[in-house]
C-alpha cells in the first residue's frame, strides 16, 4: 500500500512540475518584439517625415537594404498610408497625426534631433543587412525637446 502511495505522488509531482515548466516557458511571454512598450523615449533626425511607401521602395532597390527581411517588408506594407522617422538604429513609423507632433528642420553645417515619447506597439528588424535597423511601429507621440549639434569648419 506504501508504495501505491509514493507512485500517486511521484506522478502528482510529475504533473505539475511539467505544468510549470510549460507555463514558465510559454511563448506569449518570450516574444518580446510584439509586446507594447509604453512611454519609450526615442531621438530621431529632424529631417522627415518620409512617406512609408518612398521607405519601402528604398528597401527594396537600394544596395544598402540589400538582405532585407522579406517578413518586416511585408509588414511594413501591410501598415498601410503612414510615415516614417529616421534615426541611427531605426525606422519610426507613425501615423500623420503622431508625425505632425514633431517638427521638421532641413538645415546645412547642423544636425537636429527630434526627441519625443511614445507607445512602441510593435519592433520588428530589417534582418541581415549591411547597417541594421529597427522598425518601430509607434502611437501617442509626445514632443518633449530638439537637439542640435553643429560642424565645425
Keep these: 500500500m506504501k508504495k501505491n ?19 514558465s516557458t510559454s511563448p506569449r511571454d518570450s516574444d518580446a518584439t510584439n509586446a507594447i512598450i509604453h512611454n519609450a523615449t526615442l531621438n530621431v533626425s ?17 544596395d544598402y537594404y540589400k538582405g532585407y527581411d522579406n517578413e518586416t517588408v511585408k509588414w511594413m506594407e501591410s501598415l498601410g498610408n503612414k510615415y516614417v522617422f529616421v534615426s541611427d538604429d ?8 503622431d508625425s505632425d507632433k514633431i517638427p ?10 527630434e526627441i519625443f515619447s511614445c507607445d512602441i506597439l510593435e519592433n520588428h528588424t530589417l534582418g541581415n543587412v549591411k547597417y541594421p ?17 553643429y560642424f565645425e569648419v
Design 5 to 23: 502511495h509514493i507512485i500517486i505522488i511521484a506522478i502528482v509531482f510529475l504533473i505539475l512540475f511539467g505544468a510549470l515548466a510549460f507555463l
Design 46 to 62: 529632424s529631417e522627415g517625415p518620409i512617406e512609408l511607401s518612398k521607405i519601402l521602395e528604398d528597401i527594396k532597390t537600394a
Design 90 to 97: 531605426a525606422l519610426v513609423v507613425m501615423d500623420k497625426s
Design 104 to 113: 521638421s528642420i532641413f538645415a546645412c553645417d547642423v544636425i537636429f534631433y
Design 133 to 149: 535597423k529597427d522598425v518601430l511601429y509607434v502611437k501617442n507621440v509626445k514632443y518633449i525637446r530638439e537637439e542640435a549639434f
